[in-house]
């Protein structure tokens, strides 16, 4: 470790567990103690639904694995602390902080061990070094010695203020310090992530030394079944539930303590870091992704350049289009043809397909100039789930209307929400009678408008379709998305809604006082 051996961490092997597991048993333990509180006094209304309680992949096993593997898993039954008479002098609500403080740290042990492992077993193995070239290595690896470097200090000055005032430590003023850290490794990691995932994907299909080496490190009882991609994505995945972290440390402090204040600003540090990597991250992607589009779009309107930086795509799909026609008899007849929408954040293209999933624009309108609606005509056989699309200025400088058809009432309804201009940003204290979900399993999304879930992630609902899917707003941070109903589970208790409505209301009005405070 060079430089970085200044101390030897205890903690680092106080769990047999390495992050992966223990952080899937410690987001497994915040839905149960979610779920223990809606239980308390359920009361089923037409804003929860109740549904079957849904069981937790292997937490069972999880939790008996960490409890035997580490006494300390909770502040309170260290020895020191449990024979001690400062308890007795404390809150309950007290002990609940510094039981959020001690998790920051035993979890940041959980992560460094396993780093040590992604590093030291994968990526300074000389056989798999000798499979990849020297720009593979970088791209799969990245700066990953550096995320492990920086954990190493973290985890040494987090322990130093802990073994300083075991009763009373603090954890957020070292976040603080550490943040440019942070910043200074997880930004360039984070963003090689979409050059890192391209890279192993290709590695697999196309290199069988590659696969053979790696099946071979992976199988060492080390890694304990777990596969070097998860290692790979753990700095991201540490980032986001380090926020999380502060996020629960900054809701026990208390209102306009210097704690309070201090847990505010590290929360905002990670908070400013996640969303630049996510800007990062999006940007190349969107970027490909235009690039892309416009090798396969011709125009036989007006020709517009369609790359431009400022410009992304929000939705893209191939509906029905409706249309009726005077047939001789003057009956009316119903034509129907395929049409793809190309929806950006600043206009929208409809097209004809093509073969080679080519498109050709027969007409655009800028984005200011389109709404979506729903239709309740009603027509005979399969034409159901309808909406209208209005175009106020289309290429031609005039008004155009049309009719289309989805598959599922979902498509519709996502298209309609798509189509709609930005809503106002809610005031979470209005919405007590809004239905709320809690994250039951993780969800990545596969389409631009779905919103990517974690484990325990509470979600304030918004819209529901009849054939399982939900928009929702997330609590911890206001993004917005659709995503699957077969991934939650409802919150029934209203004093529980109303408590996370407060929490999370608590956590945004301190950021938005700080924010206040630096300009």
């Known amino acids: 470790m060079g430089g970085f051996s200044r101390r030897c961490s205890k903690l680092i092997n106080s769990s047999q567990l390495l992050y992966q597991e223990y952080s899937d048993v410690f ?27 849904k069981a937790l992949v292997s937490s069972e096993s999880y939790l008996q694995r960490l409890s035997m593997a580490s006494s300390g898993s909770l502040w309170q039954e260290i020895p020191v602390v449990r024979n001690s008479t400062v308890l007795l002098s404390m809150t309950h609500e007290d002990q609940k902080l510094q039981e959020a403080k001690f998790e920051l740290i035993l979890s940041e042990a959980s992560y460094l061990r396993s780093l040590h492992i992604a590093v030291d077993h994968f990526q300074h193995s000389e056989q798999l070094r000798a ?8 791209w799969l690896f990245s700066r990953l010695q550096d995320v492990r470097d920086v954990s190493t200090t973290f985890l040494s000055d987090l322990e130093e203020n802990f073994e300083n005032n075991i009763f009373t430590f603090q954890v957020c003023d070292v976040v603080l310090n550490h943040a440019p850290h942070f910043r200074r490794v997880y930004l360039p990691y984070v963003t090689n992530q979409t050059y890192q995932e391209r890279t192993f994907q290709t590695l697999l299909n196309s290199n069988s030394s590659f696969r053979e080496v790696l099946e071979k490190l992976e199988s060492d009882p080390i890694c304990q079944r777990l596969s070097l991609k998860s290692f790979l994505i753990l700095p991201f995945q540490r980032i986001t539930r380090l926020k999380l972290l502060l996020q629960n440390i900054l809701k026990r402090t208390q209102p306009g303590s210097s704690e309070e204040a201090e847990a505010t600003k590290a929360h905002h540090a990670l908070e400013e870091l996640i969303r630049d990597c996510n800007n990062n991250v999006q940007r190349m992607r969107r970027t490909e992704e235009l690039i892309y589009l416009s090798q396969k779009i011709e125009f036989e309107c007006k020709i517009f350049p369609l790359i431009s930086q400022s410009r992304w795509l929000v939705k893209s799909g191939e509906l029905m289009a409706l249309e009726f026609s005077i047939s001789p008899g003057l009956r009316r007849k119903l034509n129907t043809r395929p049409v793809h929408l190309h929806l950006f954040n600043d ?27 729903k239709c309740e005509m009603k027509l005979h056989g399969p034409h159901k789930n309808l909406f209208r699309l209005f175009l106020r200025q289309n290429a031609q400088g005039t008004q155009a209307e049309f009719l289309f058809r989805t598959e599922t009432q979902s498509e519709k309804l996502r298209w309609i929400s798509a189509l709609a201009m930005p809503r106002e940003e809610l005031d979470l204290l209005e919405c007590y009678n809004s239905p709320q979900v809690q994250c039951l399993r993780a969800y990545k999304p596969r389409e631009n408008d779905e919103l990517a879930l974690e484990k325990a992630d509470v979600v304030m609902v918004t819209q529901q379709s009849n054939d ?20 939650v589970e409802f919150i029934s208790n209203p004093e529980v809604r109303a408590r996370n409505l407060k929490e999370a209301h608590r956590v945004k009005t301190a950021k938005l006082q700080l924010v206040e405070q630096q300009t």
């Open 27 to 53: 987001l497994n333990k915040e839905i149960q103690s979610q779920q223990r509180l809606d239980s308390l006094t359920e009361a089923p209304g037409p804003a929860s639904p109740r549904q079957p309680r």
């Open 131 to 138: 499979t990849l070239s020297n720009q593979d290595h970088q």
């Open 347 to 373: 206009c929208l293209l409809l097209s004809r397909p093509r073969e080679g999933s080519r498109f050709l624009v027969f007409d655009h309108a800028p984005f200011s100039s389109i709404r979506g609606e």
């Open 468 to 487: 399982g899917w939900l928009e929702g707003v997330r609590l911890s941070d206001g993004e917005q998305g659709w995503f699957p109903l077969q991934q």
